[in-house]
């Protein structure tokens, strides 16, 4: 099957066939999933593409399960299913993450001193400090781009 930018059907993003309370993470409105409209706009190169995008005025969100999301936590699609999670509510440990280890205390960025600015002893860094008059331009020629 040739995917077809102007099907609306054939857009992985089209809404429910069960509709649905939604959400918009763009401008927060919630409404019916059958209101999400079907939009077709012309690109830069002039080829024409199609989206779902939520009914509001002015508003960019698009997709049903990129930026229009179901309100009800325990949605379900046709299918019996929407996304998995592992985790039982109230499941998550607060010593699962050892705040030790994340102590900010143990890297301090004044401690560096003016090595780190020019790259030091740092691996794939210049041993001494370049300034924009050594390149000329203000680049690494290393860089590849």
């Not at 609306?8 to 429910?16: L, R, T, V």
Request: net charge negative.
């Amino acid at each position: 099957m040739v995917y077809d930018p102007l099907d609306p059907q054939a857009d992985p993003f089209h809404p429910p066939a069960i509709p649905t309370q939604v959400g918009c993470l763009h401008c927060g409105k919630e409404y019916e999933s059958y209101l999400i409209e079907w939009r077709v706009e012309t690109g830069p190169d002039g080829t024409q593409r199609g989206f779902w995008c939520c009914p509001t005025p002015g508003c960019g969100g698009c997709g049903f399960g990129f930026d229009i999301l179901p309100t009800d936590p325990h949605y379900q699609d046709e299918r019996g299913g929407w996304v998995w999670d592992d985790e039982e509510e109230g499941e998550f440990e607060e010593d699962e993450f050892d705040e030790e280890q994340f102590d900010e205390d143990e890297f301090d960025v004044e401690q560096l001193g003016d090595e780190s600015a020019g790259g030091g002893d740092l691996p794939n860094g210049p041993s001494e400090t370049t300034t924009d008059e050594d390149t000329g331009d203000g680049r690494d020629d290393e860089l590849p781009w």
